[in-house]
Every structure is written in structure tokens, then in C-alpha cells.
């Protein structure tokens, strides 16, 4: 099992910009692929970003296109999402996610499921004002 903290959440008014990071600990964070989850009240949890294990691939949701970028540093065993132009749907718990296999990149389906994720963090809230 991998343990996930993430941070970086707040409070910010509409089209402004939050960094969230999620470090990684207890197995190798290199091997794996990571994600980007959230959730408002009331609503399921709903993908948002995934991140190959070596950086190369990602999948965003049509969202979050153009405004959100998720990137690793595997030397510092941390994923982020660098969020831009934020609006206020863009309020939610937001959960970082690892794959519960290594080395492997699912299908964009695959992806916007939980299905793949073997361990989740504790989540950060994101509130974005109109």
C-alpha cells in the first residue's frame, strides 16, 4: 500500500489559481500511475486528471482541458495539479489517487473510473467564489 497526503487547497476567488500536491510514500512511486479525483456535495466522485508513471501520458477530464495540468517529480515521490481559471463548479473534495498495479496505463474509459486506483489520499477542499 502507498500512502497519500495531499495539500494545497483554500479557498480562492473565480479564475484564480491553486497548486495542489499529493506526496507519496511506501512503495515505489515511480512504477505507478497517479490521479486526480473529486467531489462535491451530493455528487459522485468524479475523475478529473491521471499522470503515466514516467510522465510521458496524461488524460484530463473535457472539464478541466486547457485549465488544469497534472505533472509527477518522481526524485521527490510527489504528483501535482497546477489548477488555472478556476470556476466556481470546480468546487469540490479533491483526491489524489494511485493504480493499485504498476507500470501499466489504462484505456481513457478505464481511467475515468475508480476501478484502477489501489490507495487514495485524505483529500484537500477546493472552494472557488464567484
Known amino acids: 500500500q502507498v500512502q497519500l497526503v495531499e495539500s494545497g487547497g483554500g479557498l480562492v476567488q473565480a479564475g484564480g489559481s491553486l497548486r495542489l500536491s499529493c506526496a507519496a510514500s511506501?512503495?515505489?512511486?515511480?512504477?505507478?500511475?497517479m490521479g486526480w479525483f473529486r467531489q462535491a456535495p451530493g455528487k459522485e466522485r468524479e475523475f478529473v486528471a491521471a499522470?503515466?508513471?514516467?510522465?510521458?501520458?496524461?488524460y484530463y477530464v473535457d472539464s478541466v482541458k486547457g485549465r488544469f495540468a497534472i505533472s509527477r517529480d518522481n526524485a521527490k515521490n510527489t504528483v501535482y495539479l497546477q489548477m488555472n481559471n478556476l470556476k466556481p463548479e470546480d468546487t469540490a473534495v479533491y483526491y489524489c489517487?494511485?493504480?493499485?498495479?504498476?507500470?501499466?496505463?489504462?484505456?481513457?474509459?478505464?481511467?475515468?473510473?475508480?476501478?484502477?486506483?489501489?490507495?487514495w489520499g485524505q483529500g484537500t477542499q477546493v472552494t472557488v467564489s464567484s
Open positions: 499522470i503515466r508513471w514516467s510522465g510521458s501520458s496524461t
Open positions: 511506501g512503495r515505489t512511486f515511480s512504477t505507478y500511475a
Open positions: 489517487a494511485a493504480d493499485r498495479s504498476p507500470l501499466r496505463w489504462n484505456t481513457r474509459i478505464l481511467l475515468t473510473t475508480t476501478s484502477w486506483v489501489g490507495s
